[in-house]
């Protein structure tokens, strides 16, 4: 069967609406000739030209989008080098001017349970609360003839020398000292410092944290090993709904019981680790405070440290004494400095450098192609506003003339 289809004339109004739209581009594309030509960016007023030639135009609009193509390889490059490597480790060397810390001096006697006072214990529960107090000794390089000397402390004790403003954890290293004699020992000092502008710059930049800038509720102070004990102390309470008396608790935290404490002893493998294995994480829905590895617990180093090295032993045996001496055996003639070299100040200055070799741009020209791409919806917004009005005064206008007539 044959079927015979009448193509439909178009109608006014269609002709109408066709020719408003075709009128409304033409318009657009005049005016974003007349800005670009107007434009002080180099490349633009050649593109927008049509009174050259077609081919040199199209060498301009070529040449154009190479040089943004460039501008966005040396930009990325120097975005990366902002996020990678804004920090840089110089060395100063004018160590007379310097003060550094006097080691922390911990003493563990081998020796630590009384059975008398630990039947006590067990037999009434009671908590208690531990005060800490610290006070740190800043020497200089004259000070070199400073020592702390103890006598008779205990029959045998560990000893470690640390930071002033760090705490033990199970693998610092300790000497223990279980003869009579006369123990002396040295200590050098490696000391590390941060220039006051890096205080300034984001976290996730400089990748280190000072002291003041504590990530816990539970020190307040901040210290990288600090940091892995809260992470230690949050697995432990996951694990077991509770903490061992011998850590800080929170508000919100209880103290273990001496059934509780199983728990502990259970999982003790993995909380020296901070590292959960996958039998455990089964148990576990939620996997907040459970770290894979010590990672996880996001630590970040100390900007300002001192590092104390053991050196320097000797040893003279004596009767019935037990005598420790503790001296700076050498002071750092060398420190290093963590120091900006690479701020968002420079990112900015060498982003202008670029974009004005490449195209000739300045902040008043980009200012000038925002103010170029804003004027197009404004303008739409603004014609849309127009025409909705008309229709609300369109709507309006029967009404008041039906009233007129009922009058």
Same mark, same amino acid.
């Given at each position: 069967?044959?079927?015979?289809?009448?193509?439909?004339?178009?109608? *006014?109004?269609?002709?109408?609406? $066709? =020719? #408003?739209?075709?009128? %409304?581009?033409?318009? /657009?594309?005049?005016?974003?000739?007349?800005?670009?030509?107007?434009?002080?960016?180099?490349?633009?007023?050649?593109?927008?030209?049509?009174?050259?030639?077609?081919?040199?135009?199209?060498?301009?609009?070529?040449?154009?989008?190479?040089?943004?193509?460039?501008?966005?390889?040396?930009?990325?490059?120097?975005?990366?080098?902002?996020?990678?490597?804004?920090?840089?480790?110089?060395?100063?060397?004018?160590?007379?001017?310097?003060?550094?810390?006097?080691?922390?001096?911990?003493?563990?006697?081998?020796?630590?349970?009384?059975?008398?006072?630990?039947?006590?214990?067990?037999?009434?529960?009671?908590?208690?609360?531990?005060?800490?107090?610290?006070?740190?000794?800043?020497?200089?390089?004259?000070?070199?003839? *400073?020592?702390?000397?103890?006598? $008779? =402390? #205990?029959?045998?004790? %560990?000893?470690?020398? /640390?930071?002033?403003?760090?705490?033990?954890?199970?693998?610092?290293?300790?000497?223990?000292?279980?003869?009579?004699?006369?123990?002396?020992?040295?200590?050098?000092?490696?000391?590390?410092?941060?220039?006051?502008?890096?205080?300034?710059?984001?976290?996730?930049?400089?990748?280190?944290?000072?002291?003041?800038?504590?990530?816990?509720?539970?020190?307040?102070?901040?210290?990288?090993?600090?940091?892995?004990?809260?992470?230690?102390?949050?697995?432990?309470?996951?694990?077991?709904?509770?903490?061992?008396?011998?850590?800080?608790?929170?508000?919100?935290?209880?103290?273990?019981?001496?059934?509780?404490?199983?728990?502990?002893?259970?999982?003790?493998?993995?909380?020296?680790?901070?590292?959960?294995?996958?039998?455990?994480?089964?148990?576990?829905? $939620?996997?907040?405070?459970?770290?894979?590895?010590?990672?996880?617990?996001?630590?970040?180093?100390?900007?300002?440290?001192?590092?104390?090295?053991?050196?320097?032993?000797?040893?003279?045996?004596?009767?019935?004494?037990?005598?420790?001496?503790?001296?700076?055996?050498?002071?750092?003639?060398?420190?290093?400095?963590?120091?900006?070299?690479?701020?968002?100040?420079?990112?900015?200055?060498?982003?202008?450098?670029?974009?004005?070799?490449?195209?000739?741009?300045?902040?008043?020209?980009?200012?000038?192609?925002?103010?170029?791409?804003?004027?197009?919806?404004?303008?739409?917004?603004?014609?849309?506003?127009?025409?909705?009005?008309?229709?609300?005064?369109?709507?309006?206008?029967?009404?008041?003339?039906?009233?007129?007539?009922?009058?």
């Amino acid at each position: 069967m044959l079927r015979i289809t009448v193509k439909e004339k178009p109608t *006014f109004k269609k002709r109408r609406d $066709n =020719y #408003a739209r075709r009128l %409304k581009t033409q318009k /657009l594309i005049k005016y974003l000739q007349s800005e670009l030509r107007t434009s002080t960016t180099h490349g633009l007023p050649y593109i927008a030209n049509t009174e050259i030639h077609w081919f040199e135009r199209i060498f301009w609009a070529a040449c154009f989008g190479i040089s943004c193509a460039i501008i966005f390889v040396l930009l990325s490059a120097q975005y990366t080098r902002l996020v990678e490597q804004p920090i840089v480790n110089s060395v100063e060397k004018d160590y007379l001017n310097w003060n550094v810390s006097y080691p922390a001096i911990v003493l563990c006697p081998v020796t630590k349970i009384d059975n008398e006072m630990l039947t006590t214990y067990v037999n009434k529960w009671s908590d208690s609360s531990v005060a800490y107090a610290k006070n740190n000794i800043e020497l200089s390089v004259h000070d070199i003839d *400073f020592f702390v000397q103890l006598v $008779n =402390y #205990a029959s045998a004790y %560990k000893v470690y020398t /640390l930071s002033p403003d760090e705490i033990i954890l199970s693998g610092t290293p300790a000497l223990t000292f279980e003869t009579e004699g006369f123990l002396s020992f040295g200590v050098q000092i490696t000391s590390t410092r941060a220039s006051e502008d890096l205080k300034y710059i984001p976290l996730h930049l400089r990748k280190c944290r000072f002291t003041n800038e504590t990530s816990s509720k539970r020190y307040p102070i901040y210290s990288y090993n600090r940091c892995l004990l809260d992470c230690r102390i949050r697995m432990i309470f996951k694990l077991c709904d509770c903490i061992p008396h011998f850590y800080k608790p929170l508000d919100h935290e209880r103290i273990c019981n001496l059934a509780e404490l199983e728990c502990v002893f259970e999982y003790k493998k993995e909380i020296m680790k901070l590292s959960i294995g996958n039998e455990t994480i089964g148990k576990f829905e $939620n996997m907040d405070d459970l770290p894979r590895s010590f990672r996880d617990c996001g630590c970040l180093g100390n900007c300002e440290e001192d590092v104390f090295k053991n050196d320097r032993e000797t040893f003279l045996p004596q009767v019935n004494m037990n005598r420790l001496r503790v001296s700076v055996y050498a002071f750092p003639k060398v420190r290093v400095m963590r120091e900006i070299i690479f701020s968002f100040y420079d990112v900015f200055l060498r982003s202008g450098g670029v974009v004005n070799l490449c195209i000739g741009t300045s902040v008043i020209s980009i200012m000038e192609l925002i103010l170029t791409a804003l004027r197009i919806p404004i303008y739409e917004i603004m014609q849309i506003a127009k025409g909705v009005w008309r229709r609300y005064k369109r709507s309006k206008l029967p009404r008041l003339t039906n009233n007129k007539k009922q009058m």
